[in-house]
């Protein structure tokens, strides 16, 4: 299984990174982990292929994180012309919300419909989704509320990805990571804690196989030479032995 970090940074560009979005592939299936603004962009230049995305698994409606979609529907329509199925799954709204973002983007776009398939999942802790071979779980985070955010876990019979998303720290998430193969947390801050957000202080709370920092500001960034964790950069790729 292979990880590659399209983009790594936060909402406002800090060390000129791009904003979140993670691109894992396995044997059955390449998804994505969050897609920022910038996720097209990031993708191009790292010659992955759109088409090549078999769903995007949204963490919560922040525009960092999910306003993307509407330029990779977009793309998919009138510069790709995808042909097979996407899937799209994150909270509760994801698909009025997205497509409220496509029309503010892209007025008049509304009218346009897909040759290929498009369907959207909302998933809930009390909701999994089974994509594939990919079970999916969430719990909710601790972070602007009316983003609905989540934090999720995807797990297959081979190994599992925790991935933070956007937000404090709390025993059900220290909980719901623990033991997962590889962990992908935001670090925002590294020495001031910030409300809605993880910083450096709390990664010892979490424990996994692997973590990995994302989602840095600048506070954080002039600090990664200080850490033993690793620390994500766009167009990072790491590998989870399948084994």
């Known amino acids: 299984m292979e990880i590659r970090f399209i983009g790594s940074g936060d909402a406002f560009g800090s060390g000129g990174r791009l904003q979140p979005c993670m691109i894992v592939t ?13 996720a097209l962009i990031g993708l191009r230049q790292q010659e992955i292929a759109p088409n090549t995305i078999d769903a995007v698994l949204i963490t919560h409606l922040h525009g960092d994180h999910c306003g993307g979609v509407p330029f990779l529907l977009m793309d998919a329509m009138l510069g790709s012309k995808r042909e097979s199925p996407l899937t799209i799954i994150g909270p509760v ?27 959207y999942f909302e998933i809930t802790p009390d909701s999994p989704i089974q994509f594939r071979e990919l079970r999916i779980t969430a719990i909710n985070a601790r972070h602007t509320a009316t983003t609905l955010p989540l934090a999720l876990k995807i797990e297959t019979k081979k190994n599992t990805i925790a991935y933070t998303g956007d937000g404090e720290l709390t ?7 623990a033991g997962a193969d590889l962990l992908i947390t935001e670090c925002y801050y590294f020495d001031k804690p910030v409300k809605w957000h993880l910083n450096y202080p709390d990664i010892k709370h979490l424990k996994a196989g692997k973590t990995v920092l994302t989602h840095m500001h600048e506070n954080m960034l002039t600090h990664i030479d200080e850490v033993p964790e690793l620390c994500a950069y766009d167009g990072m790729e790491i590998t989870i032995d399948c084994q």
């Open 26 to 38: 396995d044997q059955a299936s390449r998804y994505a982990l969050d897609c920022g603004l910038t």
């Open 171 to 177: 025993e059900g998430l220290i909980d719901f990571t």
């Open 93 to 119: 709204g994801i698909e009025a919300h997205i497509k409220m973002l496509q029309e503010a983007l892209f007025p008049g776009s509304s009218i346009m419909q897909p040759k290929f398939k498009v369907e």
